[in-house]
Each structure stands twice: as C-alpha cells, then as structure tokens.
C-alpha cells in the first residue's frame, strides 16, 4: 500500500513535520502565497491522483486566511483527482460560536463545515472539539482525537497529592468528568458567567471546599486568558494550593501571554495544536506535543 501524502498550510507548519516524522514521510509539495491585493493563492505540485491525502492546517490566527488557504488546498487537490482529501484541523476556530446565542447572531462552527465539504474535503480529523454541538454540523466523516490522555500523563509527572480536578464552568462539567475519570480524582464545580459583550468573566460560586488542595483544570482553549485568571484568583482566595491549568489549544489572544505571565497560576500546560510564537511564550507556559495522536490516526483510522 502507497503511504499518505502529507501537506501541511502555513498556520502551523512545525507540527505538520512532526506527524510528518513521526510518520517517516516529508511533507508533500506545495506553494501558497498571495496576490499583491493579498488573496490567497495555492498551487499543490504533487503527483496525488488516486492517493490518499491528509492537509494539516490550524484555523488559528488569523482564522479567516487560514481557512481559505485550507479550502483552496481542498480545491486544488479535487481538481488534481486525489483520492481521498482529509483535512487535519487540530484547532477548530471558528468553533465557539457553536449555536444562536443572542437572536440574529451567525452560527460559524455550522459554516465551517459546510465550507469544507463545499472544498473538496471528504473527511475531517480534529483534537478536542468546544462542544458537542459541532461534530453534527458536518455530513462528511469526522473524527475528534482527545487529548485527556496526554494530559493525565503530564499530570503524573507533576507527582502531587491532595489534587482535586476543578471543572471551570458549566459548560466544560463534561469534559472535566471525563478527565477527573482519567485520572481517578475527584471532582469540584466552579460557575462562571461571562459578558456575552465584553467578555468579562466572575466566577460565582465553588461546590466544595477546597482549601489545601492542589488542583487541576482541563479546558479546551486558553482565548483572551480570563478563565484562567479569574479561577485561579478564586481559587487562592479560597485557600488552593498549586493550580495546573492544563488546556488543548493555546489561542492566547491579544496580550493573554503577558497577562497570563503575571497572574497568580502556577503553570499552565498547553498542546502544539496552535503554533506558538515565541514571544509568546512564558515561564510558567509548557507544551506538549498531539503530533503522535494524530500520526497514530492516520496510520490506525
Ligand atoms: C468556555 O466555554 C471555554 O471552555 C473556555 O473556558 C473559554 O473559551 C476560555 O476563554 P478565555 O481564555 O477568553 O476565558
């Protein structure tokens, strides 16, 4: 059997060579650059007629350009009579707008998939979808690859006691059950309300006692850093011991880096899943790598 071909867009080049290594294959051959009025241009030059292809592309910063270079590629690889285009999107953008959350609001995690079927593409791989709502979205195949796994590995490391997994808020309660399984320790909820407008974020109310506790939480994004913040100063105010913050994808918007640097967490433990740059990386920041989950899915599907 002929091995995949690999083709990786410009969002996030390092991981595509990591699954690329991890794989034992280079990344195929392709050109993307722009018009001088700046639209996007790709042009794919490898031989893929009836192969099987993967194209690994973050729709991370800027998520607009990222995923037109994504659909482009899609396009381009159809026309060239791929046999089967998968895109690889370890970070989903566009995904938090899953639903109508005020009347008259646009629902692009639905629009997202439409674009990508409307691309060519014939199936997905993705890492630690926001929610649940999203997966239906799609009438092409689509898989989420986890990443508690890995996450519970590095919490190991740490070797803690008197750990307690703290779920942020009500939306991640599932999430958080599934990783405090994972990792066989109990759970505690926090509530937090967020600014639909602003973005502001308070944290209400904690459903036990956690004084002297160490405490782990796993997210899906770290965005502008105010989760984050705002839990952890919750927390130490209530007497919490070392907090991990342990997230899939490191969206770090804005200046979150800088704020992040200067709260009161004591480390935060991201994936590869967005590129980082490195001035946006800090001390108390670690990353660890989803290049073998996704390599091991191409290889085992
Ligand atoms: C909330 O629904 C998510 O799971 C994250 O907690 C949230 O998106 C993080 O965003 P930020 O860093 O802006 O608080």
Redesign the pocket.
């Known amino acids: 059997m002929q091995a995949p071909i690999l083709l990786s867009g410009t969002s996030n080049e390092p991981l595509a060579l990591a699954v690329g290594k991890t794989l034992n294959i280079s990344l195929g051959k392709i050109e993307i650059g722009r018009f001088t009025d700046t639209e996007c241009r790709v042009r794919v030059m490898e031989e893929v007629s009836g192969r099987n292809v993967f194209v690994l592309q973050s729709l991370s910063m800027i998520a607009d350009q990222n995923l037109v270079e994504l659909c482009l590629i899609g396009q381009a690889l159809r026309q060239l009579k791929a046999e089967k285009i998968t895109a690889i999107i370890p970070w989903m953008g566009y995904s938090?707008q899953d639903k109508e959350f005020r009347p008259g609001e646009a629902v692009s995690a639905q629009l997202i998939a439409t674009f990508l079927e409307a691309a060519g593409f014939n199936s997905v791989i993705t890492v630690e979808l926001?929610?649940e709502m999203i997966t239906p979205y799609f009438h092409i195949p689509i898989k989420e690859l986890s990443t508690h796994s890995l996450f519970a590995k590095e919490l190991k490391k740490r070797n803690k006691t008197n750990i307690v997994v703290v779920s942020?808020?009500m939306?991640?309660k599932s999430?958080s059950e599934k990783f405090a399984h994972e990792v066989n320790l109990p759970i505690v909820y926090l509530e937090?309300k967020?600014d639909r407008t602003t973005?502001e974020?308070v944290v209400t109310s904690v459903s036990q006692d956690v004084s002297g506790k160490n405490i782990v939480i796993f997210?899906?994004?770290?965005?502008?850093?105010?989760?984050?913040?705002?839990t952890s100063e919750f927390l130490k105010a209530h007497g919490a011991g070392n907090i991990y913050f342990m997230?899939t994808h490191a969206?770090l918007?804005g200046d979150?880096a800088k704020k992040l640097a200067d709260s009161t967490i004591d480390e935060i433990v991201v994936t590869d899943s967005i590129h980082l740059p490195k001035e946006k990386m800090f001390s108390k920041l670690s990353v660890i790598s989803v290049a073998q989950t996704i390599a091991d899915d191409i290889i085992t599907p």
């Not at 997210?219 to 705002?230: E, F, H, L, P, S």
């Open positions: 938090k926001h929610s942020p808020d939306g991640g999430r937090k967020r973005g974020v997210d899906d994004i770290i965005n502008t850093g105010a989760t984050v913040i705002k997230a969206v918007a979150a």
